[in-house]
């Protein structure tokens, strides 16, 4: 088992910066990438950004250029620097980590943190 804790959600106004942090304990090993999803209200959850263990990351289009995804090596917890941040960003910030359990990968989520970002 994966526990997920995030940390760094908040209330910004536009334009504003935000710092997401998500910090994985448990059974780590064999984690092999950990990224954010959010889900504004009255939508589906939507991927923003995701690091591999080789350090690899993708974004969704609509972030790409404001928010940057970080982390250290296998035992630090992943970042999330959100810039330039527009209303539209609001919604719960969800943590995940994938990790190879057997033959396929395993999803594990955190709780979310709230991100509002007022006009």
């Known amino acids: 088992q994966v526990q997920l804790e995030e940390s760094g959600g908040g209330l910004v106004l536009t334009g504003g910066s935000l710092r997401l942090s998500c910090a994985a304990s448990?059974?780590?090993?064999?984690?092999?990438?950990m990224g954010w999803y959010r889900q504004a209200p009255g939508k589906q959850r939507e991927p923003v950004a995701t690091?591999?263990?080789?350090?690899?990351?993708m974004y969704a289009d609509s972030v790409k250029g404001r928010f940057t995804i970080s982390r250290g090596n296998a035992k630090s917890p992943v970042y999330l620097q959100m810039n330039s941040l527009k209303p539209e960003d609001t919604g719960v910030y969800y943590c995940?980590?994938?990790?190879?359990?057997?033959?396929?990968?395993?999803?594990?989520w955190g709780q979310g943190t709230q991100v509002t970002v007022s006009s």
């Open positions: 448990g059974n780590i090993f064999n984690i092999i990438t």
């Open positions: 690091i591999s263990n080789g350090g690899s990351t």
């Open positions: 995940n980590a994938d990790r190879v359990e057997g033959l396929s990968p395993r999803r594990y």
